[in-house]
Nanobody, 124 residues
Framework: QVQLVESGGGLVQAGDSLRLSCAAS????????MGWFRQAPGKEREFVAA????????IYTDSVKGRFTISRDYAKNTVYLQMNSLKPEDTAVYYC?????????????????WGQGTQVTVSS
């Protein structure tokens, strides 16, 4: 049983940084793709970033390129999302997700496993 547990959210001011963590357990994740999604009130869940666990290839949505960095730590079985230069429009619940899809995908429906989410609030 795959379990994903996010942490690291909080209330920050515009321009600040946060690092989200996603602790993964229950499987060997070498063949998995790990993704971060977010959902703001009244909006659909949207793709933020993803990383192939083996090899480390990454992709980002345009609005976070240059500000967010996704990475993984093999030893800790953890995926991170470093968020810099945060903006009020980054406010959302952030979710970690996992899929065994062969290619990196950005659609939420392609991900099989989800964490419970962590709230990120950026004040102006």
């Amino acid at each position: 049983q795959v379990q994903l547990v996010e942490s690291g959210g909080g209330l920050v001011q515009a321009g600040d940084s946060l690092r989200l963590s996603c602790a993964a357990s229950g499987r060997t994740f070498d063949t998995y793709i790990m993704g971060w999604f977010r959902q703001a009130p009244g909006k659909e869940r949207e793709f933020v970033a993803a990383i192939r666990w083996s090899g480390g290839r990454t992709i980002y949505t345009d609005s976070v390129k240059g500000r967010f960095t996704i990475s993984r730590d093999y030893a800790k079985n953890t995926v991170y999302l470093q968020m810099n230069s945060l903006k009020p429009e980054d406010t959302a619940v952030y979710y970690c997700a996992a899929t065994r899809n062969l290619v990196i995908v950005t659609t939420a429906s392609a991900y099989n496993y989800w964490g419970q989410g962590t709230q990120v609030t950026v004040s102006s």
